[in-house]
Each structure stands twice: as C-alpha cells, then as structure tokens.
C-alpha cells in the first residue's frame, strides 16, 4: 500500500512548548489530513487541507499543505497536558478518491 | 448527531472461535471503511464500500476475513476461524462520498487467545 512516513515518531516535551510534526509520501496526493487519537478512541479529524501551499490553523493547531504536494507538516502551539495522544497524517490521492491513506504516527507526551 | 458506532467495544475469544463485529456508519453518508490497527503495523484499510458495494478489499488479510454491508445503515466484519495474531483494534468509519474526510468509530479491542 502506499506509504506516508511521518515524524517524529514520538516526542516528550513540556507543557508550554511549541510541537511540529511533518509527513512525507514519494507520490503526489490531492488532500492531506491531520487527525488525532485519544487512548481507547478512534481517530478524530483536526485539520483538512485541499490546495497545495494551503495553510490552515484550528485554535493552537496550524496546518500546511507542501507546496509539492508530496509533504504536509502539523504545529501545536503552547502545548497543554490535553494534547498528549497520537497524531495522524492521512492522504487522498485525487479527487473524488474515498480511499486515504495513514502515516505511522507520532506520539506525543506532554510533561506538565 | 450520532456518531459511527460499533460493537462489541471489547471482545476476548479463543483461537479458532467466530468473531463478528458491527458497525452503524453515520447516518447519509454512502462510504464506509473498516481499518485495523496494531503497534506494529499502524492503521491499515482492510476493504471499503460505497453505496453498500465492495470496492475495494485488497487489504483483507486472507479467506478469514469477510465483511458485507446489506444495508446503508449496517455492516459488519467476520473473521472466522480467528487466530491469536488477529488481535487489534478494529475500526469503522465513514464518510459522505468523495469528501474524504472520514469519522472513526471508537474500534472494537479483539483479543484472541
């Protein structure tokens, strides 16, 4: 199947500091996703992106849709113990594709 | 607004034992995914279907794994005989066709002993 590689895999930092994640594919995709993973929950959406270079902010999360369309990257803003989770990248390959596909993750921990 | 729901939330069965696992999609959307997920492997699509038809199940494991969706509001995934290393979270989600944005279940935990 088609793969993302996001990192980093896993981060600790403290309450306060500023987080960045990125994913990256060696295909094109026409949409990229950042969802988040609570323990014992499913996935939930944060942010969608659907223009390369698009950038896009939800409260403290900030988006970006690489501008070669093969990357996106996630920022958290002053970080606080709530974000602890797991952090996915997904990608549509084009448009009216149902199908996305998920990076590995990044784990985040947040020490108060 | 409900949300996609599925059941059993917990299921532990023993090696060579039927697991059936449901899953109600949100109400109007006509695409629905089931995703497994396990420490080593991640997030990986199992089979999708728009409009209740397969489209795609490429990603089922092997012959154990079967899924049908009979109606717009119902689907669910068998495996049948399971095994030990089926164990993982089983996820539904759906979505409105095309949009692409999927909302996840809260995945069924299989553990098979």
């Known amino acids: 199947g088609q793969q993302l590689n996001q990192s980093p895999q896993s981060m600790f930092i403290q309450e306060g500091e500023d987080v960045s994640m990125n994913c990256t594919s060696s295909?094109?995709?026409?949409?990229w996703l950042w969802y988040k993973q609570d323990p014992g929950e499913g996935p939930v959406l944060l942010i969608a992106?659907?223009?390369?270079?698009e950038l896009t902010s939800n409260g403290r999360l900030t988006a970006q849709f690489g501008i070669t369309r093969k990357d996106s990257f996630l920022n958290i803003s002053a970080s606080i113990p709530s974000d602890v989770g797991i952090y996915f990248c997904?990608?549509?390959?084009?448009?009216?594709?149902?199908?996305?596909?998920f990076g590995t993750g990044t784990r985040l921990t947040v020490i108060p | 607004d409900a949300g996609v729901i599925q059941s059993p939330r917990h299921e532990v069965t023993e090696m060579g034992q039927e697991v059936t696992l449901r899953c109600k999609p949100i109400?109007?959307?006509?695409?629905l995914f089931w995703y497994r997920q396990t420490m080593m492997r991640g997030l990986e699509l199992l089979i999708y279907?728009?409009?209740?038809?397969?489209?795609?199940d490429s990603g089922m494991p092997e012959d154990r794994f079967s899924a049908k969706m009979p109606n717009a509001s119902f689907s669910t995934l068998k495996i049948q005989p399971s095994e030990p290393r089926d164990s993982a979270v089983y996820f539904c989600?759906?979505?409105?066709?095309?949009?692409?944005?999927?909302?996840f279940g809260e995945g069924s935990r299989l553990t098979v002993l």
């Open positions: 997904a990608g549509r390959r084009y448009a009216g594709a149902n199908n996305l596909f």
């Open positions: 109400s109007g959307h006509n695409s």
């Open positions: 295909s094109i995709f026409n949409t």
């Open positions: 989600a759906s979505s409105e066709a095309g949009a692409g944005e999927l909302f």
């Open positions: 992106l659907y223009k390369a270079g």
């Open positions: 279907f728009n409009n209740n038809v397969p489209i795609d």
